[in-house]
């Protein structure tokens, strides 16, 4: 498929500050960028609904190059302490257990997970466990949950 040329080329330029932090935990070994991330990567404010707040557009180039590393401990620090949505959903789906359960706690985004109706019917107690006790839910994906119509066609015994 070809696209129409408009003139101009659309590209996220990343600040001076990410290039250098995304210059780092390229090379650095997984460990060390798993250190990285819980360093820098604070907890969220919480928002009025009692979630937390927007994915943030500064950290979408170094999520996503840390992404492409395909590494399992990177993965499971993305899935901890990663701040994009798409990113932590896609290191949930191609995880391992630790790497979900840690997607679940996160305090940014584990609550945004698309299986997160799936998980609450399948009745896995620690996938339960690790959604439930994250203290960031909100009231609304908590009514979202409810509402779904998959909760009420599962087997309740």
């Given amino acids: 498929m070809e696209f129409p040329w408009t003139g101009r080329i659309n590209t996220y330029h990343a600040s001076v500050a990410e290039r250098i932090d995304i ?4 090379l650095a070994p ?5 250190r990285w991330l819980e360093k820098n990567y604070q907890k969220p404010e919480m ?3 009692g979630g937390a707040g927007d994915d943030e557009a500064p ?11 395909n590494d ?4 499971w620090g993305l899935a901890k302490h990663g701040r994009r949505s798409n990113i932590i959903q896609l290191v949930y789906n ?3 257990p630790a790497v979900k359960l840690a997607a679940l706690s996160n305090p940014q985004r ?3 997970i698309a299986q997160c109706v799936d998980i609450i019917i399948s009745g896995r107690r620690q996938y339960i466990h690790a959604l439930l006790k994250n203290p960031y839910i909100s009231i609304s994906f908590l009514k979202k949950i409810i509402r779904s119509p998959k909760f009420f066609l599962c087997n309740h015994e």
């Fill in 30 to 34: 997984a460990a060390d960028v798993v």
């Fill in 59 to 69: 950290v979408k180039l170094l999520e996503f190059m840390l992404y492409r590393r």
């Fill in 110 to 112: 584990g609550i945004k």
């Fill in 72 to 75: 399992t401990l990177i993965d």
């Fill in 47 to 49: 928002n009025s609904d």
């Fill in 94 to 96: 191609r995880g391992t």
């Fill in 23 to 26: 210059g780092y935990v390229s």
